[in-house]
């Protein structure tokens, strides 16, 4: 199935550091989300966005809705210990159409 | 809020087995979701229910595949005749019907399925 493009794919930072990822679609989305997945578990909401360029925070969390609908981009500020795990972007095209695509997924590390 | 609730956790079954597997969705929710998540890889759309009605089946959703939700409230997925390849997390979601604009969906913390 179709899956979006996600980059990087993994990052390894030191505690303290900003994280910037991005995702990217050949097809335009109405509905922009951000969900976070640790081991195991399974995917947890962070912040969705509904309108072109729209910027949506949350906590340390900020997110944006690209102008070309066709991006998205997620970025943390001073990153901790508990921000460890595998991002995901998903797209939903149009009101109504409930399917979710995803992203590949950024995985993310943090080095003592 | 009791979030979204998937029984079992994980099972371990031999190929050619038949599967099934449950999702309780968010209370107030109307929308129930199934996705499909390999290693490595996001999830992947299956089907959705609006209240009682299948209303979007995937590709991906072959005829050994069956869902429903006879009440409108939990939802079952069942595989007959299990292939390697089915192993895979299987995820279940749930929204609220949205005013004008898609409601976010929230994923339980799956069924991990193996293949033996």
């Known amino acids: 199935g179709q899956q979006l493009n996600q980059s990087p794919q993994s990052m390894f930072i030191q505690e303290g550091e900003d994280v910037s990822m991005n995702c990217t679609s050949s097809?335009?989305?109405?509905?922009w989300l951000w969900y976070k997945q640790d081991p195991g578990e399974g995917p947890v909401l962070l912040i969705a966005l509904y309108k072109a360029g729209e910027l949506t925070s949350n906590g340390r969390l900020t997110a944006q809705f690209g102008i070309t609908r066709k991006d998205s981009f997620l970025n943390i500020s001073a990153s901790i210990p508990s921000d460890v795990g595998i991002y995901f972007c998903?797209?939903?095209?149009?009101?109504?159409?409930?399917?979710?695509?995803f992203g590949t997924g950024t995985r993310l590390t943090i080095i003592p | 809020d009791t979030g979204v609730s998937q029984d079992p956790r994980h099972k371990i079954t031999k190929r050619g087995q038949n599967v099934t597997f449950r999702c309780d969705p968010i209370s107030e929710h109307n929308r129930l979701y199934w996705y499909r998540q390999t290693l490595g890889q996001g999830p992947e759309f299956l089907t959705y229910f609006q209240n009682e009605a299948q209303l979007e089946k995937s590709r991906l959703l072959s005829d050994r595949f069956s869902a429903e939700r006879p009440k409108g409230s939990f939802s079952t997925l069942e595989i007959q005749r299990t292939e390697q390849g089915d192993s895979a997390m299987y995820l279940c979601?749930?929204?609220?019907?949205?005013?004008?604009?898609?409601?976010?969906?929230?994923f339980g913390d799956g069924t991990r399925l193996s293949i033996l």
């Open positions: 097809s335009i989305f109405n509905t």
């Open positions: 979601a749930s929204s609220r019907r949205g005013d004008g604009i898609n409601q976010p969906q929230h």
């Open positions: 998903a797209g939903q095209a149009l009101f109504g159409n409930e399917k979710l695509t």
